[in-house]
C-alpha cells in the first residue's frame, strides 16, 4: 500500500509540474506578442541546469533604441517575466559594446545582452 501511495504522489507531483511549466510557457507568449505589436523582439537567453537562468525580452524600434525589456530570471517554474526599466531608451549597439555599461548588470543579465 505504501508504494501505491509514493506512486500516485510522484505522479500527482510531476503533473503539478507539467502544469506550472505550461503556465511559465503562457507567460512567455503573453509577453512576447505584446511587446511583438510594437516591432522587433529580441531574445537573449541564458540557460542553467541546477543554477539561476534568465531570459530577456527586448524590444526595439528601428535605430536598435530598447523600447520596452523584460527580464525572467529563476530556477523554478515560479518566474515570470518583470520589466526592466533599467534597459529602456538606450541603444544596444554601444550598450552591448560598452564594458562600463554592461558591469553594472548581474552575470545573468550580462551574458543575455
Known amino acids: 500500500m505504501n508504494i501505491w501511495f509514493i506512486s500516485i504522489l ?4 510531476f503533473l503539478l ?9 503562457q507567460n512567455f507568449v503573453k509577453v512576447f506578442r505584446l511587446m511583438s ?4 523582439v ?3 537567453k541564458n540557460p542553467k541546469k541546477i543554477h ?3 531570459l530577456l525580452l527586448l524590444n526595439i524600434d528601428q ?6 525589456a523584460s527580464l525572467m530570471k529563476g530556477v523554478t517554474v515560479f518566474a515570470r517575466f518583470k520589466r526592466f526599466k533599467k534597459l529602456e531608451n538606450k541603444s ?5 559594446s560598452s564594458y ?11 551574458e543575455c545582452i
Request: hydrophobic share 50%; proline share 4%; no cysteine.
Open 63 to 68: 535605430d536598435a533604441y530598447i523600447q520596452n
Open 42 to 44: 529580441l531574445i537573449g
Open 100 to 110: 562600463y555599461e554592461l558591469q553594472q548588470f548581474d552575470p545573468l543579465t550580462r
Open 10 to 13: 510522484i505522479g500527482l507531483v
Open 17 to 25: 509540474l507539467i502544469l506550472l511549466g505550461f503556465l511559465q510557457l
Open 92 to 96: 544596444l549597439p554601444i550598450l552591448a
Open 37 to 40: 505589436k510594437n516591432g522587433k
Open 52 to 54: 539561476a537562468g534568465s
